[in-house]
């Protein structure tokens, strides 16, 4: 069991340091990780629907559709407070790479 939360901040930390320059599959990545739980993650709709939509804004096709599919379980409030986190996100600078 420690061991795969080891494995779980380990996937989150080297993923969100590639995020942090830019990289969609990174955004695509995280958020697969936050809507399924993978790797001992807990699910947060908010923060996957976040990541999904840096992903589709930097054209990610799959992070679009996933973005839809989960934004089907979410409340109207918690959407907009995911799409308020993306653009504070896009507001320190990052940019996706294409």
């Known amino acids: 069991m420690a061991h795969s939360l080891e494995a779980a901040a380990y996937l989150i930390e080297s993923r969100l340091a ?12 995280l958020g697969i990780a936050y809507s399924s739980g993978s790797e001992g993650i ?3 709709l908010v923060e996957a629907h ?3 939509n840096l ?5 990610n096709v799959a992070g679009q559709a996933c973005r839809a599919e ?3 379980e979410m409340s109207a409030r918690e ?8 653009r504070a996100w896009l507001s320190m600078g990052v940019r996706g790479e294409a």
């Open 55 to 59: 992903a589709a804004v930097g054209g």
């Open 50 to 52: 976040k990541w999904f």
């Open 70 to 72: 989960i934004a089907s």
């Open 42 to 44: 807990d699910v947060d």
């Open 18 to 29: 590639d995020a942090v320059r830019g990289d969609i599959d990174a955004y695509y990545d």
């Open 79 to 86: 959407i907009a407070l995911a799409q308020r986190q993306a």
